[in-house]
């Protein structure tokens, strides 16, 4: 059973930085594609930035591109987003996610996604 677990939320002022951390257990994870969602209060669950577990190929929502990096240590089996010049409209709660499979059209859809971690919370002060 796959098992994630998100770290590294918190409180920051507009302009910071904070770095997520998402533990990866349960199998190898060779083949996968993880990804970062994030759900603002009021809003719906929404694509923040993806990684292929394999080949590292990386992809980003327009809102933060340029600011937001997703990477992965297979060693660790750990994917990070390094999150800088924060925004107050980035802050929610952040999710990470995987599925079986190699990156697709469908890497930004929710219901492509096997196994999701439990979240954890980010908020950027004005």
């Known amino acids: 059973q796959v098992h994630l677990v998100e770290s590294g939320g918190g409180l920051v002022q507009a302009g910071g930085s904070l770095r997520l951390s998402c533990s990866a257990s349960?199998?190898?994870?060779?083949?996968?594609?993880m990804a970062w969602f994030r759900q603002a209060p009021g809003k719906e669950r929404e694509f923040v930035a993806g990684?292929?577990?394999?080949?590292?190929?990386?992809y980003y929502a327009d809102s933060v591109k340029g600011r937001f990096t997703i990477s992965r240590d297979i060693a660790k089996n750990t994917v990070y987003l390094q999150m800088n010049s924060l925004k107050p409209e980035d802050t929610a709660d952040y999710y990470c996610?995987?599925?079986?499979?190699?990156?697709?059209?469908?890497?930004?859809?929710?219901?492509?996604?096997?196994?999701w971690g439990q979240g954890t919370q980010v908020t950027v002060s004005s």
């Open positions: 990684i292929s577990w394999s080949a590292g190929s990386t």
């Open positions: 996610a995987a599925y079986v499979g190699v990156v697709r059209t469908t890497i930004k859809q929710l219901e492509v996604y096997d196994y």
């Open positions: 349960g199998r190898t994870f060779s083949g996968y594609t």
